[in-house]
């Protein structure tokens, strides 16, 4: 790439941390699909005279944070007001932390895009609270009025903010990825809840003007977003025109950044200290901070202790389940299953919009008992899968591999089985005999195909080329 | 069951914002079992209406009590209503409520003092005994100078802001006034002690009978506290005072707090800052009145803002969001944060040689109503008040007789816990000159 060109981008990302209550009050944290404004009590909303009381949890899972990601815990860090004003935001000020983060200077390892190991670093994470959230009635019912429920308001939110060490859209949705998974391995977060996590990007071309895009709350986005801005910059840039220092915002949906320089934009956010919280005073903490086995050291166990490849170590290992599903049945066969779950489980549950976590592992289990003991065929074993997956999306009970096999006949045809087929193939086909009897050896195989269809894919193709090679030369002789 | 507390008293000195004719307690042998208590309009209580004096909250209900409130209602206290003050606090005469001005029960042609206008005048004019106000530069204890009753601020800490509305937080407290340093001491031991909804608080309870005992008492007489802008008639009747202790047994030293120099300027920036946040959520989305417009929330937010509150709340609010932006925090807000250090040194400096700092709460007598026109001229008045506020120490004020037949008020000051100290203190004063 002309280095002239080099893209640079950095990231500030909020994730919401998975605590029972609150930041600063009692309230329950689980307000997902719970009717709106149910989920609050003074403190939350925000009423005259009520104060911010810091919960310990949060703190706590910060500090995981912090030292998953190698940061530095200074001896305090303090919480700050960020005062602007929003109808969403009930004390018209974010209590949020500013020049006293609670860890700074630490680093995540990712993989480049030549598949190298590389260090991005981490400049600071803090503690803020979320806000509330506006909900617009559209469509034909769209009123002269926005609607606000506050039961997210004061969910905790880390903030991580990256220097801008990455160099590509890929690498930046790599960095998210491997972020996501290691809060999933501390488990302070839950990346399936709906706006948990959301993304500013910094990002400019060498030399030229920084952008911020605001707004981005999907992995997809990220890359979207930035590619749709890399590709907006080189545009100005040939035609020798000025990338403006600005603020944009990502329109999700028609996948383009558009300028935001609305009036309520242009803040002063007059950050002060939160006179109602004291300074936090917890880098003693961190020694009681336990770590679990992290993404980086699972895969390096997956490989070592069940002789699979990196790369199937690497994909089982992004995901905290899918990583603990395999374990569950690693011991059928380690590289059958990391081979099914890999390469063929999670693209069917893909597929079918479906979590790891809706299918049960036993019978995932017993598929692969069944390939490895030799009683179906990989192919008879992808109906299987995709006949189980079906049931189950459909919120049936999952049926057992053995008994949709027993049901659909799809057991591996064996021995004597194939003779009948093969003599009928032989004798509906003599034109693809003679060109295999003249030494066109390409005829048997569609011979062979022949007879795999008859048997909707029970035979196994080995096998069968051996029985049918045999049965032509017969015929020879 | 409950006790009921028929409160018919006429408020001739508009004293309150809200009244109940009928105070309901428990009657459940606390200390406070059927006694008539009026709180501030400033501290939340569930179903009173709570407005801190301003149009912005009119009609607002709070869901919840305060909780030195919970805790007047534990101690059995009838709570029979909400005392006037200046606008969320914010003034020194209590001219600066959207409910009219408090007069003081000694001359109503004179201000009551302020922001705690309301307590200290339904004490005055036998309303009540006991109340609660607010104290963020002086506003417990310039109303209780003015209006001849006892106030306390207690140490920063000391008492739970939990359901105070917040004017300055890192400045203010919840304290009690009473007619005697008896009932004060009262009603202090019913309020204090530490809270967990308040993170502020320290796990202090205070449980005490005052003395009256000075002898070899240290008080300490800081000469700022008697120089210029000071009345020297309100000096000698306080210079007064000092030598009756004296002649109780204790001791006098003079002493210095140079730091006092920009005391009300780092307050004034301080609380004005604070202030500038702590009011920003009222906006219109949620409490008081309607103000009608057809502009986008942003315009709508200004609309309300400059319909429903008074001249000197937007004039601070003003001053407060220009001394937080960007550009002038390091030479405004973060400088007021060194001075105010320094004059936390300097009264813990002070305060190691001596026991207490004595000198008058507020530097004249009651002003006539409308005398104090120009904002910066009241600013000043507070100069004796705001340095206990800023260094976080006890201070309480006790009448000490009278200049052109108004009230005058002697302050002692005590080191940060030592409520107990400069409650004392006062008791002694007090039984003496009974």
Same mark, same amino acid.
């Given at each position: ?12 990302? @909020? ?60 001896e305090y860090?303090e ?6 004003? !929003? ?19 630490? !680093? ?34 769209? %009123? ?5 429920? !506050? ?33 999933? !391995? ?9 706006? %948990? ?10 030399? @030229? ?63 002060f200290p939160?006179p109602d919280l004291r300074p936090?005073r ?29 790369? @199937? ?77 079906? @049931? ?13 096999? %027993? ?71 | ?67 030195v ?20 606090g914010?003034?020194t ?20 003092g302020g922001s705690s206008?309301?307590?200290a ?11 609660l106000g607010s104290d963020t530069g002086g506003s417990i204890r310039c109303p209780a100078a003015f209006c001849g009753v006892v106030g306390l601020k207690p140490t920063f800490g000391r008492v739970s802001r939990?359901?105070l509305?917040?004017y300055s937080n890192s400045l203010e407290q919840i304290g009690p006034l009473g007619k005697t340093v008896t009932d004060v001491n009262t009603l202090m031991s019913v309020i204090a002690g530490p809270d967990?909804?308040d993170s502020t608080t320290y796990d202090r309870l205070y449980d005490h009978t005052p003395n009256s005992d000075v002898k070899g008492l240290r008080i300490a007489v800081p000469k700022e506290y008697f120089g210029e802008g000071v009345d020297p008639a309100v000096a000698a009747k306080v210079q007064d005072a000092i030598a009756t202790l004296e002649g109780l047994g204790a001791e006098t030293v003079e002493c210095s707090i140079p730091s006092m120099t920009y005391a009300l300027a780092a307050y004034y920036v301080t609380c004005t800052s604070e ?57 405004y807000y973060a400088k007021a944060q060194v001075a105010r250090e320094n004059v936390r040194r300097d009264f813990i400096r002070v305060l190691k040689d001596a026991d207490v700092i004595a000198g008058p709460t507020m530097p004249s007598i009651a ?11 009241m600013y000043l008045a507070d100069i004796l008040t705001v340095p206990a506020n800023l260094a976080g120490v006890p201070a309480i004020s006790v009448p000490c007789g009278t200049v052109?037949?108004m009230p005058v008020g002697l302050q002692i000051i005590g080191p940060h816990f030592a409520d107990e100290r400069v409650v004392d203190v006062a008791f002694a004063f007090e039984q003496e000159v009974a």
């Open positions: 790439m002309d280095t002239d060109q080099q893209v640079i981008i950095g990231l500030e990302i @909020h994730c919401q941390l998975n605590t029972k209550t609150k930041l600063f009050c009692g309230c329950s944290a689980e307000f997902q699909g719970a009717p709106p404004n149910t989920h609050c009590c003074p403190i939350c909303l925000g009423l005259p005279g009520a104060m911010p009381r810091l919960n310990k949890q949060a703190v706590i899972y910060a500090l995981k944070v912090a030292k998953a990601l190698n940061l530095e815990v200074p860090s919480f700050s007001r960020k005062n602007y004003f !929003y109808p969403d935001l009930p004390k018209a000020y974010q209590i949020s932390q500013y020049d006293k983060p609670i860890a700074e200077k630490g !680093y995540l390892e990712i993989e480049n895009d030549e598949g190298h190991t590389k260090v991005v670093r981490i400049t600071r994470i803090h503690l803020e609270e979320d806000p509330g959230r506006l909900v617009h009635k559209t469509g034909r019912d769209r %009123a002269g009025y926005s609607l606000v429920d !506050y039961n997210r308001s004061s969910i905790p939110l880390i903030e991580i903010v990256t220097e801008p060490d990455l160099r590509s859209p890929k690498e930046a949705r790599r960095f998210l990825n491997k972020l996501r998974s290691t809060l999933e !391995y501390l488990e302070v977060f839950d990346g399936e809840r709906e706006g %948990a996590i959301r993304v500013d990007a910094n990002i400019s071309i060498k030399g @030229h003007n920084r952008v911020e895009c605001k707004n981005i709350s999907s992995y997809k986005g990220v890359e979207k977003a930035l590619n749709f801005e890399i590709t907006r910059q080189r545009n100005l840039i040939r035609r020798g025109q000025y990338i403006t220092r600005e603020t944009r915002h990502f329109m999700e949906g028609r996948g383009i950044t558009t300028s935001s320089r609305s009036k309520e934009e242009e803040n002063d956010y007059r950050y939160e936090l917890v880098r003693s903490w961190l020694d009681g901070v336990e770590l679990p086995e992290l993404p980086d050291a699972r895969r390096d166990r997956f490989m070592r202790d069940y002789g699979i490849s990196v790369n @199937h170590a690497r994909t089982l290992t992004g995901d905290l389940k899918v990583a603990d599903f395999y374990e569950q049945i690693a011991g059928v066969d380690p590289n059958l299953a990391a081979t099914w779950v890999a390469d063929i489980l999670l693209g069917e549950l893909n597929y079918r919009s479906m979590k790891i976590d809706e299918i049960p592992a036993i019978n995932i289990g017993d598929l692969i008992a069944l390939i490895r003991d030799d009683a179906i065929t990989d192919k008879s074993g992808v109906e299987v899968l995709r006949t189980m997956l079906d @049931h189950c999306l459909n919120k049936e009970d999952c049926p057992m591999p053995a008994d949709i096999v %027993a049901e659909a006949g799809l057991g591996k045809v064996k021995g004597g089985e194939f003779d009948a087929v093969i003599a009928s193939v032989v004798e509906a086909n003599p034109q693809a005999v003679s060109d295999y009897l003249a030494g066109k050896k390409g005829a048997l195989n569609f011979l062979v195909g022949q007879v795999m269809k008859e048997t909707r894919g029970r035979a196994d193709p080995k096998v069968l080329n051996a029985q049918m090679s045999t049965y032509l030369d017969a015929l020879e002789e | 069951m409950e006790g009921g507390y028929i409160f018919d008293e006429k408020d001739r000195h508009n004293a309150f914002i809200s009244t109940l004719d009928l105070a309901l307690f428990e009657p459940n042998g606390g200390p406070l079992e059927g006694i008539p208590v009026a709180v501030k309009d400033n501290i939340t209580t569930v179903g009173i209406p709570t407005t801190c004096g301003s149009r912005i909250l009119e009609g607002y209900v709070p869901p919840y009590d305060a909780h409130v919970a805790l007047l209602r534990k101690a059995g206290a009838a709570i029979v209503g909400k005392t006037n003050m200046d606008e969320f914010m003034g005469t209590t001219e600066n409520s959207a409910f009219g001005p408090v007069t003081n029960p000694v001359d109503p042609a004179r201000v009551p206008g309301g307590s005048a339904a004490i005055a004019s036998g309303m009540v005994d006991l109340a939990y359901g509305i917040a967990a909804r202030a500038s946040s702590n009011l920003a959520r009222f906006d219109g989305v949620r409490y008081g009145p309607k103000v009608e417009t057809v502009r986008s929330w942003h315009d709508e937010f200004r609309d309300h803002r400059g319909a429903l509150f008074g001249k000197e709340v937007q004039r601070r609010i003003l001053l407060g969001t220009f001394a937080l932006s960007a550009g002038y925090y390091g030479k002003f006539c109503l409308g005398e104090k026109s120009d904002p910066l001229s052109d037949r």
